[in-house]
């Protein structure tokens, strides 16, 4: 390899020694000559003395040959630096330029000759490359920057468009010396920068959330538009000087820059309330670190780095969830506490009940509520439940509370130690209720029968306590209402009936008298069912009447006997559907009901397994309508065996919805589908007056449509309900009007429609 190093230094020592050599020569032979014809020292011939000064000529040529060369490398140098390099003499002529001070002017080589003034070369520049109006202006302030020349860098743009950063010093001497480098890409940078910091200014301030740039000393550097509307304000200047109180875990902080400041300690989402004039908003903050290019701007813990505060305002979702909890709580008609509330409640008074201490149930049935839907319409109706509930909740005291437990039905709880005056509340209460209520210019009389019954004194569990109470209710109603009953033994003898119903229901599920028939539900296409729901039919032996299912399922219930007539009707429902499909069934989903003792019993999963490989009917086609009218032992469990059913492609709906026991909480951890709305709330529809239950049946619906829930409506009896539930959002419609319940071979054929009457279950 070849040392460049040592090749260049010995070719520049060389070179030296011969410049030298020529120097000495050049200098040396004339003096010579003068010295030797002056004193005349020696006698020099002719020829020596043309041999000397041929030397000294020679080596004056090799000399300037020599200078030549060195300034012509140096000159090739400075051409191919990238730097312009220019210097201008004392009176601003051109001494020397590099190419690339030519390109920047943008002049040929013939406009950069030696001894051309400044303004002179600049003016021929700006001709080429600025409008005749501009030159003068340009050249002027070129001028003056050329004869400041304090040596401190300035950046300017020039014709061709390249940016340079110019250094342009006077030295001592009065030369003139300029040195530019081209910094364009660092402006492109910048432009580019430029354009996204605009681009984010834009989106920000258009942006929906609320937005606030903070630096690392806690100042606000930026806040858009949306946040400015979020909280009352002008602007920035307005927003720094309101006092609003802001709440952060529950403490208030009076001024919006003490909030960001405790935002910036806090964690990376945070819940704020905004307490304003009239009116109090909900935000969740989100807090982002704004990375900084350079070590000292990493994001630090201590809340010292930039922060971008993002704000949505929650306070529509807030009052949705405030909504459904209230729902989830209360009977959407008359705002009384429902059954949910019911079942908690009941615990909590239970657990702390004693002899000399008791909780009490007051049970209410109203007498005569029937034929007031018959015959005054069922708004009427509706409005006087609402006027039961406000004067039960005027005869009872604070201490107790109020439930509506379905239609007609009520309960008041008095835990202790008011439970021990529950007979005095009791008959306050029918005195109340038996007096006339007005409504809509109708003089109404119904009256009620009322059970009441004691905890410890009657029994220590809750849900026989709902029982004795039910007995006392049902002896003063078999005896014609309007009385108050306290439960005793003797009530038990009257259940005798009961009883025998309960045997012969048990015969039945042994002997598999429980049919079904099959009701068809449909979406805005009235022609074709998209589904049908499966109802359990009895026929009793003995007696050969057709017991209701709102009788026999209750007493199922009790008897615990739903779990077997679930899964009968369950197996049939799905031997049916199996030939249904094979002869081309006009759905492609079958429902089928099951109460919730049935869910939470551990083979109910196997069973379904079974039965579906059996039939060959896929998981996917089926619908499992959760009827719950008991309290969830284990909601985990329960959760669990719906998963696995769940596995198999099988999807639930949650029936009457608002009249049973479900819970937000169950809302939320099962996996419920479909939203099935109670027909007590659907039937009042069809009165353009009742608008107390269109925004019930709105509220159902947004709340399911929240949810991710589907809504089906079931008790559509007339056309006018069928229209106003289509108008709130309704997108599944059951009920007389469009089909009645027919077996499932009638189905199997086409469906019948249906007429106008009393849905049945």
Known sequence: ????????????????????????????????????????????????????????????????????????????????????????????????????????????????????????????????????????????????????????????????????????????????????????????????????????????????????????????????????????????????????????????????????????????????????????????????????????????????????????????????????????????????????????????ASAGAELQSPAALIAIDLDRFKPVNDVHGHAVGDELLCRVVERIGAAIPESCRLYRLGGDEFAVLCPPPSGANAMAYARVILERLCEPFTIEGCRILIGASVGVSSLPRDTDNPETLIHYADLALYQGKNRGGGSVHAFSPAVLSSADTRRVMELDLAEAVENGDIGIVMQPIFGHDRTRPVAAETLARWTNRRTGECVSPATFIPIAEEANLIARIDLAVFRQAMVAFAQMRLDGAPFETLTVNVSMPTLEAGDFAAEVQATLLGTGVPGTAVVLEVTENFLVDDVQRLAATMETLSGFGIRFALDDFGTGYTSLRMLADLPVSYLKIDQSFVRGLSDPQASRHHRIVRAIIEMATHLGMEVIAEGVESEAAYDSLEALGCEMFQGFHLARPQPPESLAGGVTAGAEGTAAA
Request: charged content about 20%.
């Open 1 to 348: 390899m070849v040392d460049v190093t040592k090749f260049t230094s010995s070719s520049v020592g060389h070179g030296n020694l011969w410049y030298n050599l020529a120097l000495l020569l050049g200098l040396l032979a004339p003096t010579l000559l003068v010295v030797f014809y002056a004193f005349d020292f020696v006698t020099v011939s002719l020829g020596a003395t043309l041999v000397i000064a041929a030397i000294g000529f020679v080596s004056v040529i090799w000399l300037a040959v020599a200078s030549r060369r060195r300034l012509a490398r140096i000159s090739e140098a400075i051409d191919a630096t990238q730097c312009s390099i220019v210097i201008y003499d004392e009176a601003d002529r051109l001494i020397f330029g590099n190419r690339r001070y030519c390109e920047v002017l943008g002049v040929s080589k013939d406009d950069m000759v030696p001894g051309v003034h400044y303004s002179d070369l600049i003016r021929t520049s700006l001709q080429k490359h600025l409008p005749p109006e501009a030159i003068e202006a340009e050249l002027a302030h070129r001028l003056a920057m050329h004869r400041l020349a304090d040596g401190r860098p300035a950046d300017r743009q020039y014709p061709n468009n390249k940016w340079e950063r110019v250094t342009k010093t006077r030295l001592p001497s009065g030369l003139n010396v300029g040195i530019a480098v081209d910094v364009t890409e660092y402006y492109a940078l910048k432009d580019q920068l430029d354009v996204e910091a605009r681009r984010f200014a834009a989106l920000a301030r258009g942006a929906p959330v609320g937005i606030c740039l903070v630096d690392g000393n806690a100042s606000i550097q930026f806040v858009n538009d949306a946040l400015l509307a979020m909280l009352d304000a002008v602007d920035r200047r307005a927003l720094l000087d309101s006092r609003q109180t802001f709440r952060l875990n529950r403490a208030a902080i009076p001024s919006f820059q003490d909030l960001i400041g405790a935002l910036r300690q806090n964690a990376a989402e945070t819940e704020v309330r905004v307490d304003l004039p009239g009116t109090t908003r909900y935000l969740i903050v989100r807090k982002a670190f704004v990375p900084i290019a350079g070590g000292e701007h990493q994001p630090r813990l201590d809340g010292t780095s930039e922060n971008l505060l993002i704000f949505v305002d929650i306070t529509k979702r807030k009052a949705a969830e405030a909504r459904v909890s209230y729902l989830a709580l209360h009977d959407p008609l008359t705002g009384a506490l429902n059954r949910v509330a019911f079942a908690d409640d009941l615990a909590h």
